[in-house]
């Protein structure tokens, strides 16, 4: 029998490589997509004709109950959020009523519909913020330092609340950053390497960032999908933290960027004293060693790869023929 699928977020980088996944597994996938007046279906369109698209809102109770109905999930994958943490201080309440409460009313929909569903959140590395231990697991406390970290800390423990309070399969995935070439162009990442691939065809001299000592913990978005889909395949709901456990700073990430392409970073990386967050967030590394042993989960993809397969797959996409085979598909699990 076929499973069926619902991803919030679906158009969004996650949402793109998950519903690949889970295409190649077989499911029938169905995203739910907010109405607006301009598609912004780019990552998905290649999946056109071989998932289904419903209307709903996470501002909206009532569309999301709706939304439920049409699809009828086996499985619900919550990745619809704000999620660009800048913008978090700018739009605070928005952040909280679509990052935080949106959680709550999906929830609730299930609750409602069909408490049969499982159910993933998308929790984040945020969520640590002034990290209290390293590396973080599943036992760190949060300390979020930002208004995207504390709605993702609210989506976390209303998960929690509503697997224990109503016997939900509920989980949260505790991602930390995850890129690729789908990226979008706001995180740092992708920022730099499109600005890599523009200066090295000549179409811009610069690239300004803020803070380049803040360390991440950086996976590829089609290996952490893989995790997601294995915690919902499990006979108890428990969260992960899914990371590789390996830290680099983002001069790193200029710098092997650069060195793809034959330049050097210090000749084109001007500091920007406005891009540097209120509250920073210095150190972010992740303890995996509970998915790896629980799950079977591990990450394919090396910093290394990743940073190449991004700067070569935004080469291409501004005229030069791309380098090197561009970018893995997510692997396929038992």
């Known amino acids: 029998m076929t499973r069926t699928a619902l991803i919030t977020g679906i158009t969004g980088q996650d949402g793109s490589y998950l519903a690949e996944l889970l295409l190649e597994k077989g499911y029938r996938v169905v995203g739910m997509t907010r109405r607006s007046s301009s598609s912004a279906h780019e990552r998905i369109d290649h999946l056109a004709g071989r998932i289904d698209l419903v209307q709903g809102d996470l501002l909206d109770q009532a569309s999301l109950v709706e939304a439920l109905h049409s699809a009828q999930p086996d499985e619900v994958y919550n990745l619809g959020a704000q999620s660009f943490v800048p913008t978090s201080w700018n739009q605070p309440t928005l952040t909280g009523e679509f990052t935080g409460l949106g959680v709550t009313r999906l929830l609730e929909a299930v609750r409602q519909v069909d408490r049969s569903i499982r159910f993933y959140q998308a929790s984040s590395s945020e969520m640590f913020g002034k990290v209290r231990e390293a590396p973080q697991n599943e036992q760190t406390p949060f300390y979020p330092r930002s208004p995207y970290g504390v709605a993702k800390v609210y ?28 990226r979008g162009h706001e995180f740092v990442t992708r920022k730099v390497s499109d600005a890599v691939a523009r200066i090295k065809l000549g179409q811009q001299q610069e690239l300004r960032l803020g803070n380049l000592e803040a360390e991440r913990d950086w996976g590829f978005a089609g290996d952490y999908v893989r995790a997601m889909w294995l915690m919902l395949q499990c006979d108890e709901p428990r969260d992960y933290v899914v990371a590789t456990g390996e830290t680099h700073s983002v001069r790193e990430l200029c710098q092997l960027a650069f060195d793809r392409v034959g330049l050097d970073y210090r000749d084109h990386v001007v500091i920007d004293q406005s891009l540097i967050r209120p509250a920073e967030v210095d150190r972010l590394l992740g303890d995996a060693s509970k998915a790896r042993r629980e799950l079977d989960w591990q990450p394919d993809v090396s910093f290394e790869r990743l940073v190449h397969m991004m700067v070569d797959a ?7 023929p791309e380098r090197h085979v561009g970018e893995p598909q997510p692997s396929p699990v038992g």
């Open 155 to 182: 989506g976390h423990f209303i998960t929690v609340n509503y697997r224990e309070s109503y016997d939900l399969f509920a989980v949260s995935g505790i991602l930390f950053n995850h890129e690729s070439p789908r």
């Open 314 to 320: 935004d080469l291409a996409r501004l005229g030069e």
